[in-house]
Nanobody, 126 residues
Framework: QVQLVESGGGLVQAGASLRLSCTAS????????MGWFRQAPGKEREFVAA????????DYVDSVKGRFTISRDNAKNTAYLQMNSLKPEDTALYYC???????????????????WGQGTQVTVSS
């Protein structure tokens, strides 16, 4: 079955950087927009960033604009989330997800995503 496997999480101090990776298997990667979501304890899962199938258009939640960058390498079936200037409020379990879309569509709603990874923990200390 389809698998999305995240990696790259960890415990860092405020101001540090991390790069999350999400490698997909058993799906035609270029047919899917990719997204990153996060869920902090006691909070709902929230959209963080998304990238189109071709990687040419991106979308971000306002709280991470200018700090996070989503990208993808279709040759490696991998999506990335570069996170700079991390803040304690970025602490959460981060999930990648794949959404079957046409053309250059982007999705923000979790219900629009077809496949999910298991999550990778990011903890930012103050």
């Amino acid at each position: 079955q389809v698998q999305l496997v995240e990696s790259g999480g960890g415990l860092v101090q405020a101001g540090a950087s991390l790069r999350l990776s999400c490698t997909a298997s058993r799906l035609t990667f270029t047919h899917y927009a990719m997204g990153w979501f996060r869920q902090a304890p006691g909070k709902e899962r929230e959209f963080v960033a998304a990238v189109t199938r071709g990687g040419d258009i991106t979308d971000y939640v306002d709280s991470v604009k200018g700090r996070f960058t989503i990208s993808r390498d279709n040759a490696k079936n991998t999506a990335y989330l570069q996170m700079n200037s991390l803040k304690p409020e970025d602490t959460a379990l981060y999930y990648c997800a794949a959404s079957r879309v046409e053309s250059r569509a982007l999705r923000r709603k979790s219900g629009d995503y077809d496949y999910w990874g298991q999550g990778t923990q990011v903890t930012v200390s103050s």
